[in-house]
């Protein structure tokens, strides 16, 4: 079904640029708005001398141009979405420029008049902003011939977008529909009449999309906060051109606004969960400003996820279920996982997002097992249908509390992803002390009623009374230098900044210290760092195993950490 459907959705595209052929090529720019992206240097050093890093591989293709080189789906689609285009515009020397403008009008000749594989509402948005952008850049020492085909080009990808955009699908990719045709009717000469009508499909997708808390359907903290930043965006240009932003659109703009921030760490980057990374650098300090919305008190619940804050410690605990309807295909098995940085260091994090490193990885990378979390051996909390992308079987949290106290932060929730299959109920307590030194945790396995204890019974009979394995992981950063300490019943860890943290644990399970993988967005293979593992064996109605992350008590209460973190 779905593979008649984008079958559809490919041919509709095709009718669509056919008809935008005949759209009517701008006279220039009538209104451009401020370059707003920002780009990185070193990728733009690295664009410039062939070493070309999209969405996860790596080409070495020196004087080639990018159109040429053979490469993955996913590198070819990030390819056509221009974002590249910052990076060179960051390092800004003749040869960017050069390389900018090649590659450029090499996509006009190639694919300007309808084909390839660009074609599609949320590239072609992505591509209009980044064209806009910096089409100054872009422009400079281009004779009319060239000028002509680019202002062509761009009425085109326009004109093909005021008929497609609502194929997007919902969320970030309409969006970045919507605020592409937005800046085309704002800032190109005759295209002025796009404007009020993708205003008001903006305005609608912020009403639709955006919860009253300021969350979307997917959960994703980074795809939030790229919502966050095409809104403010599309807010920008419109006041620059003397229109009246939506309402809705404001509004939406400023429930966003405190939820990314309850969603930020100590070290300023965002908690990664649900296929969400860290964030560009720099994007969620420009998100924010560029908000306007005054920053009051952090919300201690954003999204269905809880932040407890002591001193210099975050911690951020994904205390809903996984994101139903179509999130569901990208969603993770996450339920109580949480993160944790002190400073401006992260310590226990999740494995994050693996979809750039392959099909293999992106399975693995949704499980339970790459969360901090307790896990049941071989099944997650939240579980994949028979077609393999959408988990159908999502973990429900049947209990919840965050409390407030002088002494710290308490959270308290449960959750019924193994009620099915093995009769427990699982619970985590987590206290954040008031100074940030101590989290204090209990992980619980329980079979709560009489038919929770029958499927228990059944489990036990099933592996001969021997139980069910279970284990708790705690992923570390790779910074992160992890020992065995006390004869093998602690953990020591060292952070760059001189701060040591100890783990420590009481119940019945064995500590180990076991390889881990930590996946991000951009890099060309996974970063290997380590877990602490507690493996264990549920063999009653009732199993606790409680633990302990502290700073070491020759820590001192501040530490001046002005050691650069690794790129």
């Not at 760092?529 to 633990?547: D, K, M, N, S, Y």
């Amino acid at each position: 079904m779905r593979t008649t459907s984008k079958r559809l959705d490919r041919l509709a595209d095709r009718l669509a640029v056919l008809a935008a052929r005949r759209a009517r090529p701008a006279g220039g720019f009538v209104s451009q708005p401020e370059p707003r992206s920002i780009g990185l240097y070193p990728r733009g050093k690295q664009l410039v001398s062939g070493n070309i890093l999209l969405a996860g591989h790596l080409a070495e293709a020196p004087g080639v141009s990018l159109w040429d080189i053979a490469a993955p789906e996913r590198f070819l689609a990030e390819a056509q979405g221009f974002g590249w285009l910052d990076d060179l515009v960051a390092l800004g020397t003749k040869e960017a420029q050069g390389r900018a403008q090649d590659w450029t009008w090499g996509w006009i000749d190639r694919y300007g008049g309808g084909k390839g594989p660009g074609w599609t509402p949320d590239l072609t948005g992505r591509r209009i902003i980044r064209w806009v952008h910096h089409a100054t850049y872009l422009m400079q020492v281009r004779d009319r011939v060239q000028s002509a085909a680019f202002y062509a080009a761009l009425s085109r990808q326009a004109a093909y977008l005021a008929r497609r955009w609502r194929s997007a699908a919902e969320g970030l990719p309409r969006f970045e529909a919507l605020t592409g045709l937005v800046y085309a009717g704002i800032s190109l000469i005759g295209m002025e009449g796009l404007v009020a009508p993708a205003s008001a499909a903006l305005a609608a997708a912020c009403e639709a999309d955006i919860d009253a808390e300021g969350g979307i359907p997917t959960r994703n903290p980074e795809e939030l906060l790229e919502v966050l930043t095409l809104l403010t965006w599309s807010a920008s240009a419109m006041s620059e051109a003397n229109l009246t932003v939506p309402p809705p659109l404001s509004a939406a703009i400023t429930r966003i606004a405190p939820a990314l921030r309850g969603l930020r760490h100590a070290d300023g980057e965002l908690a990664r969960f649900h296929g969400g990374d860290r964030g560009e650098e720099g994007r969620l300090d420009q998100a924010l400003a560029a908000a306007g919305v005054r920053a009051g008190s952090t919300p201690s619940i954003a999204m269905g996820y809880a932040r407890l804050h002591g001193g210099r410690t975050s911690v951020i605990v994904d205390a809903s279920a996984p994101p139903g309807g179509r999130a569901a295909r990208t969603a993770h098995a996450s339920t109580s996982a949480f993160e944790l940085c002190s400073g401006r260091r992260a310590l226990v994090v999740n494995c994050g997002p693996g979809a750039g490193f392959g099909t293999d990885w992106w399975r693995a990378s949704r499980a339970t097992a790459s969360h901090s979390t307790l896990g049941m051996e071989g099944v997650s909390s939240s579980r994949l249908g028979a077609e393999g992308e959408a988990l159908e079987h999502r973990a429900q949290v049947t209990s919840s509390r965050l409390t407030m106290g002088t002494e710290g932060a308490d959270l308290y929730l449960a959750h019924d992803g193994w009620l099915s299959s093995h009769g427990l109920t699982a619970s985590r307590s987590l206290t954040l002390a008031q100074d940030g030194r101590r989290l204090s945790g209990v992980d619980a396995l329980t079979a709560m009623t009489a038919e929770a204890r029958r499927r228990f019974e059944d489990v036990m009979t099933q592996t001969a009374m021997a139980g069910a394995r279970f284990a708790i992981r705690f992923h570390l950063h790779p910074e992160v230098d992890a020992t065995l300490d006390m004869g093998g019943a602690a953990v020591s860890m060292a952070l760059r900044s001189g701060e040591i943290w100890v783990f420590r644990f009481t119940g019945q399970a064995d500590l180990a210290l076991e390889p881990s993988a930590y996946l991000e967005t951009g890099r060309v293979n996974p970063r290997p760092c380590l877990q602490i593992v507690l493996h264990g064996q549920a063999r009653g109605f009732e199993t606790r195993i409680g633990w302990t992350l502290a700073k070491a008590k020759d820590t001192p209460l501040a530490i001046r950490d002005l050691e650069g973190m690794d790129p």
